[in-house]
């Protein structure tokens, strides 16, 4: 069996910065991209930031400049530093990832809130 595990969410004031971060566990061969969405109440979920295995990265047109997303392969996980947050960046940001012959995983989500 495959997990998604985030952590890292929380309170942060507009301006302010927050990583997130999502380790894959279970009988994994190799995973293929790895990313971020995010949901915010009354909004359809939405791409925040895609990485693959290369390490080839897309971004939101809203988080371009302020979000980092990268990867550690040997560690199966992925981070998103967010840098100065707004509080339209408040959602709940939910990893995902594809794995090889499994196909699409996605985590529980994590609360991101940011405070005006």
């Known amino acids: 069996q495959v997990q998604l595990v985030e952590s890292g969410g929380g309170l942060v004031q507009a301006g302010g910065s927050l990583t997130v971060s999502c380790a894959a566990s279970?009988?994994?061969?190799?995973?293929?991209?790895m990313g971020w969405y995010r949901q915010a109440p009354g909004k359809q979920r939405e791409l925040v930031a895609l990485?693959?295995?290369?390490?080839?990265?897309q971004y939101a047109d809203s988080v371009k400049g302020r979000f980092t997303i990268s990867r550690d392969n040997a560690k199966n996980t992925v981070y998103l530093q967010m840098n100065s947050l707004k509080p339209e960046d408040t959602a709940v940001y939910v990893c995902?990832?594809?794995?090889?012959?499994?196909?699409?995983?996605w985590g529980q989500g994590t609360q991101v809130a940011v405070s005006s």
């Open positions: 995902y990832a594809y794995f090889y012959g499994l196909g699409d995983y």
């Open positions: 279970g009988r994994i061969f190799s995973i293929n991209d």
């Open positions: 990485i693959t295995s290369g390490g080839t990265k």
